[in-house]
């Protein structure tokens, strides 16, 4: 006799997770949309790549896995896709975080702020790897919501928040300061880098906690 809850006792979930599901499907829609409208020079070979794998993460998780009902341990499993998925974004925070960590010092002239932004991103990739391997070893999710898992994964979104508002209020604040000089055209210019620095910041730390 399986274990696993009757479907009647999760319906709930299921139905909010639904529209919550669809609401950030929409989301992932529009961002996909701007990248191949903005970037029309990026090879088919690329585009095509970043498509396939979310659309086979899509069908593993919402039909595949769902075949398996009354199995946990299949279920429970993350599918290759989304392990993937995790580690190459792990990377790409790594690198984004670094660029913007460099462009604070080049607007400052100084190192500090960018050796503490870059080492406490590399410690956040260190924490992401961690969750990476742990997922490749025990092949199940609810790795993640015990120790070392649950540890690891907490570490690495307090990292990245630590990161962002650093990186975002550095910027802010030597951007304030180039706001004395007299030409009106630099300033509405400055103005608008402050903004696009929070806005910039605060959408790569919320893409950071829906992974």
Same mark, same amino acid.
């Given at each position: 006799?399986?274990?696993?809850?009757?479907?009647?006792?999760?319906?709930?979930?299921?139905?909010?997770?639904?529209?919550?599901?669809?609401?950030?499907?929409?989301?992932?829609?529009?961002?996909?949309?701007?990248?191949?409208?903005?970037?029309?020079?990026?090879?088919?070979?690329?585009?095509?790549?970043?498509?396939?794998?979310?659309?086979?993460?899509? *069908?593993?998780?919402?039909?595949?896995?769902?075949?398996?009902?009354?199995?946990?341990?299949?279920?429970?499993?993350?599918?290759?896709?989304?392990?993937?998925? !995790?580690?190459?974004?792990?990377?790409? *925070?790594?690198?984004?975080?670094?660029?913007?960590?460099?462009?604070?010092?080049?607007?400052?002239?100084?190192?500090?702020?960018?050796?503490?932004?870059?080492?406490?991103?590399?410690?956040?990739?260190?924490?992401?790897?961690?969750?990476?391997?742990?997922?490749?070893?025990?092949?199940?999710?609810?790795?993640?919501?015990?120790?070392?898992?649950?540890?690891?994964?907490?570490?690495?979104?307090?990292?990245?928040?630590?990161?962002? !508002?650093?990186?975002?209020?550095?910027?802010?604040?030597?951007?304030?300061?180039?706001?004395?000089?007299?030409?009106?055209?630099?300033?509405?210019?400055?103005?608008?880098?402050?903004?696009?620095?929070?806005?910039?910041?605060?959408?790569?730390?919320?893409?950071?906690?829906?992974?």
């Amino acid at each position: 006799m399986s274990s696993f809850p009757a479907p009647n006792a999760t319906l709930g979930a299921t139905e909010i997770g639904s529209v919550v599901g669809a609401f950030l499907f929409g989301i992932v829609t529009l961002q996909t949309y701007n990248y191949y409208r903005k970037f029309p020079g990026d090879s088919a070979l690329l585009k095509t790549t970043v498509a396939l794998a979310a659309g086979i993460g899509a *069908y593993d998780i919402s039909v595949a896995r769902l075949t398996l009902y009354g199995e946990p341990q299949y279920i429970a499993s993350p599918p290759l896709s989304e392990v993937m998925t !995790i580690l190459f974004a792990t990377l790409l *925070y790594l690198i984004v975080q670094t660029f913007f960590a460099n462009r604070v010092r080049i607007l400052s002239g100084h190192w500090l702020t960018m050796v503490i932004a870059s080492c406490l991103s590399l410690l956040r990739f260190i924490a992401n790897m961690g969750s990476v391997g742990l997922l490749f070893h025990y092949r199940r999710v609810t790795i993640l919501h015990e120790w070392p898992g649950q540890w690891l994964v907490t570490t690495a979104l307090a990292l990245g928040l630590a990161v962002d !508002i650093l990186i975002t209020a550095s910027m802010c604040y030597y951007l304030q300061r180039l706001r004395s000089c007299d030409s009106k055209r630099l300033q509405n210019m400055i103005e608008s880098l402050i903004l696009w620095s929070i806005g910039e910041e605060s959408a790569h730390h919320a893409h950071g906690i829906r992974s």
